[in-house]
C-alpha cells in the first residue's frame, strides 16, 4: 500500500491516495495490464471544490474510489495521431522545399507566394484555435479528429482539380487555409491524448512523440526535389508541372487513408483513466479561460514559449531562402533539411523520455537546451554573414544543431504550462500554448513582404528571439503540480 499526499499552496488540509497495485489477469482483452485502484480521503476543505461537476473532491466527509488502468490500445491511438500530425507536417511544408520550381513553372509564385501557404496554417490557428478548443470540450476528441483529417482530404482533393494558373494557385490557398484550421486541434491534441491515455511514467514520451511525428513530415517535404525536377535543358515546364500534379495525387491518396484509419477506430478517451490527475474534474472552458488570463506565471512562459519556439519553426518552412546566400540550392537544401528534420525530430523524444525517467529535474534541462539553440544560432549567424568562412559540415551542424534542441524544448515547456496552469483543461493550455508561437510565426513569415528585404533579416531574428526567451523564464516557478498528485511522497 502506498500513501499519496498533495494539497494546493495555501491549503493546510491534505488530501490522501491509497493505492493498491494488482495484477490484472482475467481480462483476455487487456491480460497482464496493470490497474491501481484509488482510494481519495478527503479531509477538511477540497483543494477543487470550485470546478464545476466535482464529484470526487466536493464533500469534505466523503471517500471515493478512483481505478486507473492502461489499456495497449493507447499504442494504437499514438500511432494514427502521429501519422496524422506526420501527414500534416507534410502538407503544411509541401511548397517551401520545391520553391524553385513552382517559381519557374507557375508565374506568378515567388517567396511571398511560399511563405504565404505556411502563413494560412499559422493565420487559421490563431483565428480557430478557442472556438475549436470548445468543441472538443463538448463534443469530445474523436468528433475534433476525425473533423481534422476530413479537412485535410479534402484540401489535398482540392489540389488535384487542375493544375492551369491561376485556378491551381487558388486552390492551392484553400488548401492551406484547410490544414490551418486542422491543424488547431493536430497541435493542441497532444497533450490532451497523453493525460487520457497514458500513465505519469509515460506522458511527457508520448507528447513529444506526436510533437516529433509533426515535425518528422517536414522530412516527407524535404524529400519533394526527388519527385519535382527543376526546368533544365532536359526537363521543360510542363514535366515539372506534370511532377507537381503527380506528387499531389499521392499527398490526396494518403489523406484518405488516415481518414478511414481514424473513421475505423478512434475513441475519444479509455473506459478507465491511466492516472490520478485524468481522473480529476477539469475546469469548463469560460472559467478555464479566465484562470489561464489571470494567471501571471503562466502569461511570462507564454511570451517566453511563443518567441523562442515560432520564429525557428517558420524558418524550417523558408529554410532555402537562409541557404541561397550560402550558394546552397534547392537540391542541396534538401540534404540540409533532410538531416536537420531527422535530429530534431528525435531530439523531442529524447528530452521527453529524459524527464520522465528523471522527473524533477525540468528547469536544468530547458536551459541547457534554451542555451544550446542560441549558441548554434550565433553560429549560423557568423557563418551567414561570413564572419566564418562557410563550409558545408558548419552549415549542417549549426542548422541541426539549433533547430533540434530548440524543438526539444517543447514538450518540456508543455509539461510546466499545464502544470501551472492545472487543473484547467489540456486542450486549453496547449491550444494557448500553440496560439502564442503561431502569432510569432505570422509575424516572421509576413516579414517576407516587406519590399527588398532580403534573406539575412532572419538569421539574427532567430539569435535575439532564442536568446531573449531565456530571461521571463528565469521568474518562472516551475511547479510539480500534477507530478505530486500522481506520485507518492511516503
Known amino acids: 500500500m502506498r500513501e499519496y499526499i498533495y494539497g494546493k499552496q495555501g491549503d493546510t488540509t491534505p488530501v490522501s491516495f491509497h493505492i493498491p497495485r494488482l495484477e490484472v489477469n482475467n481480462d483476455n482483452e487487456h491480460k497482464g495490464e496493470r490497474m491501481s485502484i484509488v482510494t481519495v480521503n478527503t479531509i477538511g476543505s477540497s483543494n477543487y471544490q470550485s470546478i464545476k461537476g466535482s ?23 499514438l500511432f494514427i495521431f502521429s501519422l496524422v500530425c506526420w501527414f500534416h507536417g507534410v502538407q503544411w511544408n509541401t511548397w517551401g522545399p520545391i520553391a524553385e520550381s513552382m517559381e519557374a513553372a507557375f508565374p506568378g509564385w515567388g517567396p511571398s507566394t511560399v511563405a504565404m501557404m505556411a502563413n494560412w496554417g499559422t493565420i487559421m490557428f490563431v483565428v480557430f484555435v478557442l472556438p475549436v478548443c470548445w468543441a472538443i470540450q463538448r463534443c469530445g476528441l474523436r468528433a475534433g479528429v476525425v473533423s481534422s483529417a476530413a479537412l485535410i482530404f479534402l484540401g489535398t482533393a482540392l489540389r488535384c482539380i487542375t493544375s492551369t494558373p491561376p485556378v491551381f494557385t487558388v486552390m492551392c490557398h484553400t488548401c492551406a487555409i484547410l490544414m490551418g484550421i486542422s491543424s488547431t486541434l493536430i497541435l493542441a491534441a497532444p497533450v490532451l491524448i497523453a493525460s487520457d491515455w497514458f500513465p505519469l511514467q509515460e506522458r511527457t514520451t508520448a507528447v513529444a512523440v506526436m510533437m516529433g511525428a509533426s515535425q518528422l513530415g517536414l522530412l516527407g517535404s524535404y524529400l519533394e526535389p526527388l519527385l519535382v525536377r527543376l526546368p533544365s535543358p532536359q526537363v521543360n515546364i510542363d514535366d515539372t508541372r506534370r511532377d507537381v500534379t503527380h506528387l499531389l495525387y499521392l499527398g490526396a491518396g494518403l489523406a484518405g487513408l488516415l481518414l478511414l484509419a481514424v473513421l475505423i477506430y478512434f475513441p475519444s478517451k479509455p473506459p478507465t483513466p491511466p492516472s490520478v490527475v485524468s481522473s480529476t474534474d477539469r475546469l469548463d472552458f469560460i472559467p478555464g479561460l479566465l484562470s ?6 503562466f502569461i511570462i512562459l507564454l511570451v517566453a ?36 528534420v531527422i535530429v530534431s525530430s528525435l531530439s523531442p523524444v529524447i528530452a521527453g523520455r529524459i524527464n520522465d525517467l528523471i522527473q524533477g529535474h525540468l528547469r536544468t534541462i530547458t536551459f541547457i537546451l534554451m542555451l544550446s539553440t542560441s549558441l548554434f544560432f550565433y553560429w549560423f549567424l557568423l557563418i551567414s554573414y561570413q564572419v566564418l568562412t562557410p563550409s558545408t559540415w558548419q552549415v549542417y551542424f549549426s542548422v541541426i544543431g539549433s533547430v533540434s534542441c530548440n524543438f526539444a524544448t517543447i514538450p518540456l515547456l508543455f509539461e510546466v504550462g499545464l502544470d501551472l496552469a492545472y ?37 539574427y531574428t532567430l539569435v535575439l528571439c532564442t536568446s531573449l526567451a531565456m530571461m521571463p523564464l528565469i521568474f518562472v516557478k516551475f511547479e510539480y503540480t500534477r507530478l505530486n498528485i500522481d506520485t507518492s511522497k511516503n
Open 423 to 459: 487543473p484547467v483543461q489540456e486542450i486549453l493550455v496547449s491550444g494557448v500554448i500553440v496560439l502564442m508561437d503561431n502569432i510569432t510565426c505570422v509575424i516572421f513569415l509576413l516579414a517576407f513582404f516587406i519590399p527588398n528585404v532580403g534573406y539575412l533579416w532572419m538569421t
Open 55 to 77: 464529484s470526487q473532491y466536493h464533500d469534505s466527509s466523503s471517500t471515493s474510489l478512483v481505478s486507473t488502468r492502461t489499456y495497449l490500445s493507447r499504442f494504437w491511438i
Open 292 to 297: 489561464i488570463i489571470k494567471n501571471k506565471q
Open 305 to 340: 514559449y511563443g518567441v523562442s519556439v515560432g520564429p525557428p519553426v517558420a524558418w524550417m518552412t523558408v529554410l532555402d531562402y537562409s541557404l541561397l546566400p550560402l550558394e546552397f540550392h534547392q537540391d542541396q537544401a534538401m540534404g540540409i533539411g533532410i538531416s536537420t
